[in-house]
């Protein structure tokens, strides 16, 4: 089954202490991107690939870092998370070349941090 | 830089009366359109979508039309349900010759329908 799998989906952590969201997809998509959504903000952009190592910077970039070392991973690497970086994440991908194919996203991951 | 404007919520309806969810969006190129929605404690399905200007984006009663000259792609249904109450939320992606392109969002409106 196609699918873009995030895990874990629920996460509570400490501050400070370093976690990854990891993302995958199993559809060979070249774009992939991650999301953060607080009530009354909305879907904010965090980090986005446009393929194989490109990657670039969204809305929100402060405290995240990712990585695309490989077509299907992209993790969400939090080096030291902080209680405002409590909220729901969703991963998102797509491929280049089939446009009308539209964007498939991941079930999200809701992240507290005490 | 591209954005998407959409109306403020939440929006409360009656059922079966009309709804209609505005959305203009700021791009260069031509941009492919998309609506989403949120069910409660739930994920983000594709509602609709349109690639080009003119076209109407349409599914499960749901309508919407790529409006280059006013740059708008509002959401319509004739006859709302409780099942619809839901987030809702205008899309673009800054897609060029036929590529996808990075997704924006706009900040999303909740939709509650009384019986």
């Known amino acids: 089954e196609a699918q873009v799998t995030q895990n874990p989906r629920y996460l509570i952590t400490v501050t400070g202490k370093k976690l990854t969201v990891t993302c995958s997809q199993n559809m060979n998509h070249e774009y992939m991107s991650w999301y953060r959504q607080d009530p009354g903000l909305g879907l904010r952009q965090i980090y986005y690939?446009?393929?194989?190592?490109?990657?670039d910077k969204g809305d929100v970039p402060e405290g995240y870092k990712v990585s695309r070392k490989e077509k299907r991973n992209f993790p969400l690497i939090l080096e030291s998370p902080s209680p405002n970086q409590t909220s729901l994440y969703f991963c998102a991908s797509s491929s280049n070349r089939r446009p009308n194919y539209g964007y498939t996203f991941g079930s999200g991951t809701r992240l507290t941090v005490v | 830089g591209n954005s998407v404007t959409q109306m403020e919520g939440p929006v409360t309806l009656s059922e079966e009366a009309f709804l209609t969810i505005n959305c203009t969006y700021t791009a260069t190129g031509y941009p492919s359109l998309f609506w989403y929605v949120q069910y409660p404690g739930e994920g983000l399905q594709l509602l609709l979508k349109?690639?080009?200007?003119?076209d109407k984006g349409s599914n499960k009663g749901f309508e919407a039309t790529y409006r280059k000259e006013t740059t708008s792609f509002h959401l319509e249904k004739g006859s709302v349900q409780v099942s619809d109450s839901a987030v809702y939320f205008c899309a673009l992606s800054e897609g060029y010759g036929g590529s996808q392109g990075n997704l924006i969002f706009g900040k999303g409106t909740k939709l509650s329908v009384k019986p």
């Open positions: 349109a690639t080009k200007a003119d």
């Open positions: 690939s446009m393929n194989v190592e490109v990657t």
